[in-house]
């Protein structure tokens, strides 16, 4: 009963540097979405997907790109990292458009 | 613009006691609202929604909110609180031809529940 899995958990880049962040949903979600969380902001969304092949800009998408090949898997790139992308990274997915969203555990991203 | 507030950024609360974690919403429309909960180093878990209906939802763990529509709230409130309710709460909102069904997130509220 995997529900949503982001890998890597932990992450260190150097500035400059680019990595991509896997999410992976086994619930057959059409909507998926990458948020990011900083301390005193809740969060954030980056980009989404309302289905397999689609990606849309949420509130704060400078500095990311998004991939959504197959339906499960919803991927987020950053092609050049800088400090101020520092932050939690959470994934998530919800089945319709007002339904409840389920969460990944997060990915912990440091920028040095 | 469509936003949510939780003025509190702490509640403390002795366990026993009712708790109280205060949301309020501007969206156009209808809102469809949510409660989070978020413990340390954790994704977050649902609590409960409202969409429509009873204005009075019920949730997991012994949660319920109070849809105010006069009002724009949404408060979350539990009779007897736990020390493990102890946690990072957050409300949202969502409405009516959102498209893409994006949540808006408040900024969170700590909760801290000691014995």
């Known amino acids: 009963n995997a529900g949503v899995t982001q890998t890597p958990k932990f992450r260190v880049l150097k500035t400059g540097q680019s990595m991509t962040l896997l999410c992976a949903q086994d619930?057959?979600?059409?909507?998926m979405y990458w948020y990011r969380q900083d301390p005193g902001m809740g969060l954030r969304l980056i980009h989404y997907?309302?289905?397999?092949?689609?990606?849309a800009k949420g509130e704060v998408p400078d500095g990311y790109n998004v991939s959504r090949l197959k339906k499960q898997n919803f991927l987020l790139g950053l092609e050049s990292a800088a400090p101020s992308q520092t932050s939690v990274y959470f994934c998530?997915?919800?089945?319709?458009?007002?339904?409840?969203?389920?969460f990944g555990q997060g990915t912990r991203l440091t920028v040095v | 613009a469509q936003s949510v507030a939780q003025p509190e950024d702490q509640v403390n609360v002795a366990e026993g006691n009712p708790l109280t974690v205060k949301c309020t919403y501007s969206?156009?429309?209808?809102?469809?609202l949510f409660w989070y909960v978020q413990y340390p180093n954790r994704g977050l878990q649902f609590l409960l929604k409202?969409?429509?209906?009873?204005?009075l939802v019920k949730g997991s763990y012994g949660f319920e909110a109070e849809f105010n529509k006069s009002q724009t709230s949404f408060h979350l409130k539990k009779p007897s609180a736990l020390v493990s309710d102890s946690a990072l709460y957050f409300c949202?909102?969502?409405?009516?031809?959102?498209?893409?069904?994006?949540?808006?997130f408040g900024q969170g509220t700590e909760l801290s529940v000691k014995p």
């Open positions: 619930m057959n979600h059409e909507y």
């Open positions: 949202a909102v969502s409405f009516l031809g959102n498209q893409g069904g994006k949540l808006i």
């Open positions: 409202y969409i429509t209906g009873d204005n």
């Open positions: 997907s309302v289905g397999e092949g689609t990606t």
């Open positions: 969206v156009s429309g209808n809102p469809y």
């Open positions: 998530a997915s919800s089945l319709t458009q007002n339904t409840e969203a389920f």
